[in-house]
């Protein structure tokens, strides 16, 4: 595709439920990122993949946070037993290489923990 | 203390005036510095990347870099309307943490008005 694509862009869970949000990246690109950006806040960084190898998992906030990339491609990050504190906008960025620093960025999902 | 320090604003300027957003960071040997502007509900977007010391100049953009003083600044020249949004200051830093994960500032909110 044209750019990063995320789904959904808005869901809505009750307390306690799992969600899974999808990212596409752009095709070709070797880095993905996942941040969460909270209300009036910049993005924090949760997790990166480089290819499908999850180098760095130390922004997630709880062992209910989880995120993949199996075949180095299209991504996932995982929420079990959702909380009202987890309700924010996740963003999915993705670039060239490591070495590139420029990360695109998709639209994001907003969740509601309800 | 945060890696990365913005003046939430908002700031306020007229058609044409010039906008300046000012951003410091914590990490003294960070290399690689952005702005992305976002509008509200919307993704970030680059619009600026700096990596030496001086101006870097694109159109009505200019970003300054001091890494003896650990500074980083966005000039908008003859702003308009369509620039009102929020604008994130992003680093990475030097030390050996992800390569190509960002650190964000809160981000200035930025009103232009006719």
């Known amino acids: 595709g044209a750019g990063v694509s995320q789904s959904p862009r808005y869901k809505v869970a009750k307390r306690g439920q799992d969600v899974a949000l999808r990212c596409d990246p752009i095709?070709?690109?070797?880095?993905l990122f996942w941040y969460q950006q909270a209300l009036g806040q910049g993005p924090e960084f949760l997790t990166y993949?480089?290819?499908?190898?999850?180098?760095?998992k130390s922004g997630l906030p709880s062992d209910r946070f989880f995120a993949e990339r199996p075949e180095g491609s299209v991504s996932t990050l995982k929420i079990q037993r959702t909380q009202q504190e987890d309700s924010a906008v996740y963003l999915c960025a993705s670039s060239f290489d490591g070495t590139s620093h420029i990360q695109y960025f998709g639209a994001g999902t907003r969740l509601s923990v309800l | 203390q945060k890696e990365v320090e913005q003046n939430s604003g908002p700031l306020s300027v007229p058609e044409g005036a010039i906008a300046s957003l000012n951003c410091t960071y914590s990490d003294r040997v960070s290399q690689s510095f952005f702005w992305y502007r976002q509008y509200s509900g919307k993704s970030p977007e680059l619009i600026m990347s700096i990596y030496s010391n001086g101006d870097k100049e694109d159109g009505r953009f200019t970003a300054q870099l001091n890494k003896a003083s650990q500074y980083v600044s966005l000039l908008i020249r003859d702003s308009q309307p369509s620039d009102s949004a929020t604008y994130l200051c992003?680093?990475?830093?030097?030390?050996?943490?992800?390569?190509?994960?960002?650190?964000f500032g809160r981000g200035t909110q930025l009103t232009v008005w006719p």
């Open positions: 095709s070709g690109h070797v880095s």
């Open positions: 992003a680093v990475i830093p030097g030390r050996g943490s992800t390569l190509g994960r960002l650190y």
């Open positions: 993949f480089q290819n499908e190898a999850q180098l760095d």
